[in-house]
């Protein structure tokens, strides 16, 4: 063996040495697959590893990886390694002779690269658990229909066990392999609630399958940019912090709309929708502040504040008195409170906020808009020009009481 070769291979021994699992049965069970994969293939070769290639040197530590995932189930496996004989895909062949009482689809094999609750489908489907009871039982938080685990049980090897799932939702919902398949690419890296997600998945199905006419006449189905660019803006909208979506002049640790919901909802609004936010908020908070609309400050009106505690939750009535959270108060409220501006600047009205705070999470309830000259509350709306709730308005009219405002 040349210098060069053995340098390779030390490198290798390197990085199988820091996947070795802690626990000797696992310990010794990794050894004996290493040993038994470097004798039967060239997966584990140290010129593929130590090639010019970074792609090849990640699909490489990757599959010692695999293996390393399948040496901690020791009392799983049914079959002597020595036995194995390899086929195309090594690591699938591999998982199928050690663990592989009852036959599997080819997809399961990339388990070994994803998650621990992948592998307990994986192993619990290789031991004759049905579909719909190993996923139930397996922590994803999926559910499966009848129909739904039919096509799971007979996927293409095209995605990830919870890609695959979405797959076989999409085709029980209706969609064709082709929807299905630019849906779950759409969606990837993002983990709904299983039941938003499938009110989401009913929604881009309807909308990809949109006909021209009637309510949505003249309308384009999305193409695949749009989709994923729904699938992020639903994200950020339900489930991503507000600090984290509009940056660093934010500092709210709670989602912006965790209350969304698809229902109902046409393509023609939603597209206009994610516009209005697009032109009002987002694009104005991620501006760099010399090209920015300028984030004015006005005087405040005087009247005391609020704050009562409520069981474990917190309520506090704050005045807004900057233009961004005038515009940020009426994103998070989905109301026309930014028009606002103007006036609140001139001193002809003062807005207020009800919030409730639960933990680290602040997140508006009501806007008030108040006289300050007569001393007046003229409007109170929540979400969406809703009307108050009596529980928000009796709050309301504590704080109007100690500052001597009539409601």
Same mark, same amino acid.
């Given at each position: ?13 390197? $990085? ?14 990794? @050894? ?63 998982? !199928? ?10 997809? @399961? ?98 909308? *990809? ?10 309308? $384009? ?59 009002? %908020?987002? %694009?104005?908070?991620? @501006?760099?502040? !010399? ?50 501006? *103007? ?16 933990? +680290?999470?602040?997140?508006? $309830?009501? +806007? ?40």
């Amino acid at each position: 063996m040349t210098t060069k070769s053995a340098g390779r291979r030390d490198l290798l021994d390197r $990085v199988i040495r820091a996947h070795r699992p802690a626990s000797v049965s696992a310990s010794h069970a990794y @050894t004996r697959l290493i040993e038994s994969v470097r004798a039967k293939t060239g997966l584990l070769s140290p010129r593929s590893f130590c090639s010019r290639s970074q792609k090849q040197r990640r699909t490489t530590e990757a599959n010692v990886q695999a293996i390393s995932r399948m040496s901690r189930f020791p009392e799983r496996i049914i079959r002597s390694a020595w036995t194995w004989t390899p086929s195309r895909n090594v690591v699938y062949s591999l998982s !199928k002779h050690l663990f592989g009482r009852f036959e599997v689809p080819e997809f @399961t094999h990339r388990a070994w690269f994803g998650d621990i609750e992948d592998v307990r489908v994986l192993l619990d489907m290789a031991r004759g658990i049905s579909p719909r009871k190993a996923i139930a039982e397996s922590g994803l938080g999926s559910r499966l229909t009848k129909k739904a685990a039919h096509r799971f049980a007979n996927a293409p090897d095209r995605f990830s066990i919870p890609e695959t799932i979405r797959w076989a939702q999409a085709i029980a919902f209706g969609a064709s392999d082709k929807l299905a398949s630019r849906i779950v690419i759409a969606c990837r890296g993002y983990r709904y609630e299983e039941t938003f997600w499938q009110e989401l998945l009913r929604f881009l199905i309807y909308a *990809s399958n949109v006909q021209p006419g009637g309510r949505e006449r003249s309308v $384009v189905a999305p193409d695949d940019i749009e989709l994923a660019e729904i699938a992020r803006f639903v994200w950020q909208q339900k489930y991503e912090d507000v600090s984290r979506v509009l940056g660093y002049r934010v500092h709210h640790d709670t989602p912006l709309q965790p209350e969304l919901s698809l229902k109902g909802r046409t393509l023609r609004a939603f597209r206009r929708h994610m516009q209005n936010w697009r032109n009002e %908020i987002e %694009i104005p908070m991620h @501006t760099p502040i !010399k090209f920015a609309v300028r984030n004015r400050v006005w005087a405040p009106s005087g009247f005391d504040r609020l704050s009562i505690d409520c069981g474990e939750s917190h309520w506090k009535m704050v005045e807004i008195l900057e233009s961004l959270q005038l515009r940020i108060e009426g994103g998070l409220m989905q109301h026309c409170v930014a028009s606002y501006e *103007s006036s609140c600047r001139s001193g002809r009205c003062s807005i207020w906020s009800l919030r409730k705070c639960v933990g +680290t999470c602040e997140r508006p $309830v009501v +806007t008030v808009e108040v006289w300050p000259d007569s001393r007046q509350i003229v409007q109170m709306k929540a979400r969406r020009n809703a009307e108050p709730t009596d529980h928000s308005l009796s709050l309301i009219r504590r704080w109007a009481d100690a500052n001597q405002l009539a409601m």
